[in-house]
């Protein structure tokens, strides 16, 4: 069970479509997958997503860090020893999508070592989560499209739709025209990643008041501290932080502060060791949680399967599992598979995915 080797492997697979948001857009992803070896042969796997434009992250940041800082002190510890991997790791501020990606592999290895699935070693509450599908900006008519195709084709009938443009008329109409198309019969909620103010997003949610949205997420900055919770106080759905919430103590402070009423907790930032620290905190905090996506890859998303399927909390409301769809290609040996609008989680030991050796050496970026 002891670590005795971490690889960064950069990676790019393009989309097929970009995916563009108030924050920033993604044509490729540009991913490093890590693999944690040890002394038994086993090797556990998962993914980095560098996003400049929330954590600070590059890829070749990620690879850099990890091969000069992070394998070097956790090289010979165990498996079963991730509380002290997380005290080493801590002591290198940010970094946040790296040393979540270390932590997770290490997850993934316990596991195939012990032979158990890790969403069983985590909680093990269900097999299985509903999957809400991210809408990038683009034409109404265009978002719409796209959406039909996620129920038609996966079953999916969850939809986050992005907003944050100005005027907010472009945003609100989209959400206007999906409710129009769909009727009841699926769920919406937003999400400006801080691209409007406060005035902006409150002048929208009561545009979209007859709409039945589930939530509002970072509509605007949770930086603009008394306009947030000036907002939050107005809105009367769950207010969902996300990027202003990398942390268990982000989330104290923000919830405390009454910039948020909801989460959203991302395995790409937080890996399990930590988003299990948050998803207790916000049990106990009663807060609503959401599983995010942070634009992952298969790789990504079978650790976010994993983590939301393990307790009631996490899958109660639909997981944010599909914007691999949108890549042109992936690594691994069996691709994951949505139907019904579900995704299910591996029966087998670890994450219960395996790299396809070939689909690497074709998009890695180091060789
Ligand atoms: C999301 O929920 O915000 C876009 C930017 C980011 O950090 O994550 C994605 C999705
Ligand atoms: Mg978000």
Redesign the pocket.
Known sequence: MKITAIEAIPFAIPYNKA?R?A??E?HAAEHVLVRVHTDDGVVGVAEAPP?P???GETQAGIVTIIETIFAPQLIGLTLLEREVARGRLARTIGNPTAKAAIDMAMWDALGKTLGLPVTELLGGFTDRMRVSH?LGFDEAVAMVAEAEKMVDTYGIRTF?V?VGRRPVELDTAVVRALRERFGDGVELYV?G?RGWTASESLRAMRSMADLDLLFA??LNPADDVLGRRWLVGKVDVPFIA??SVPTAADVTREVLGGSATAI?I?TARTGFTDSRRIHHLAEGLGLEVVI????DGQVGTACAVAFGSAYELTSKRAG?LS?FLDMSDDLLTEPLQINGGQLVTSPKPGLGIEIDENQLQRYRLDQ
């Not at 995010?292 to 634009?295: A, L, P, T």
């Open positions: 995916l948001f924050s920033g993604v996003r434009f929330t954590y991210m986050k992005k999400d990643n997420e970072e996300d990027e959203s991302k995010g996506n942070q634009i944010e914007n």
